[in-house]
């Protein structure tokens, strides 16, 4: 069974620190990797994919992955308080049916 | 604009009542899917469809029901079955690289 495994917080980091935000998933065959960013009473917005080992930077996004390890993790630098959200992790597996499988999601508050 | 559209954005069911949820896109993707989510939960799979006229339970699919006669087109009804719907229903679709994107969402109430 596919599983994506997100710590659930809240991870609370003061205005201008790096947040640091992990999710770790079972299935070796896993080859694509998003992060979504959803506002409380709002839907799921696409923030960044990545596909290959390594960094993958967007503004103040990093994505990092780790296939060995079988992680990604997204790093959101100079944090805002706008930033205060839960950020959803989905693992997409090649070959497959296209359905990605989403972690339960980690809360994240930036405080002032 | 391309994007997907859901509506309403709050829908009232009545006991024994079955309602359906609009899901259009515009994005010309083949693949679109019907999500559940509960407070303080994951998202969960209804149903979903990765080409016209052809569609697949999810792995909550019980009390629910789909069509898709047109690409653009996916609507979702709950019928009298589903004896716990309150929930926010969301709607994606995806193209080939498999990049899920979400419409706004329904937010469904019982009276």
């Known amino acids: 069974q596919k599983e994506v495994e997100q710590n659930s917080g809240p991870l609370s980091v003061p205005e201008g620190a790096i947040a640091s935000l992990n999710c770790t998933y079972s299935?070796?065959?896993?080859?694509?990797f998003f992060w979504y960013r959803q506002y409380s009473g709002k839907s799921p917005e696409l923030i960044m994919f990545?596909?290959?080992?390594g960094d993958k930077e967007d503004g103040r996004f990093t994505a990092q992955l780790n296939k060995a390890s079988q992680y990604v993790s997204l790093l959101i630098r100079d944090s805002q308080p706008s930033d205060s959200a839960t950020y959803l992790c989905?693992?997409?597996?090649?070959?497959?049916?296209?359905?990605?499988?989403f972690g339960r999601g980690t809360s994240l508050i930036v405080h002032p | 604009d391309g994007g997907i559209t859901q509506s309403p954005k709050y829908l009232f069911r009545k006991e024994g009542q079955n309602v359906t949820l609009s899901c259009e896109q515009n994005?010309?993707?083949?693949?679109m899917y019907w999500y559940r989510q509960d407070p303080g939960q994951g998202l969960r799979l209804i149903y979903y469809?990765?080409?016209?006229?052809?569609?697949q339970k999810g792995d909550i699919a019980e009390g629910y029901s789909v069509s898709r006669e047109k690409k653009e087109s996916f609507p979702l009804t709950v019928t009298s079955a589903q004896k716990n719907p309150t929930a926010f229903y969301l709607c994606?679709?995806?193209?080939?690289?498999?990049?899920?994107?979400f419409g706004p969402g329904t937010r469904l109430l019982v009276l």
């Open positions: 994606a679709s995806s193209g080939q690289g498999g990049t899920q994107y």
């Open positions: 299935d070796r065959g896993s080859q694509s």
């Open positions: 990545i596909y290959s080992n």
């Open positions: 989905a693992v997409l597996v090649s070959g497959g049916s296209y359905i990605p499988t």
């Open positions: 994005l010309n993707h083949d693949a």
């Open positions: 469809s990765q080409i016209v006229n052809d569609f």
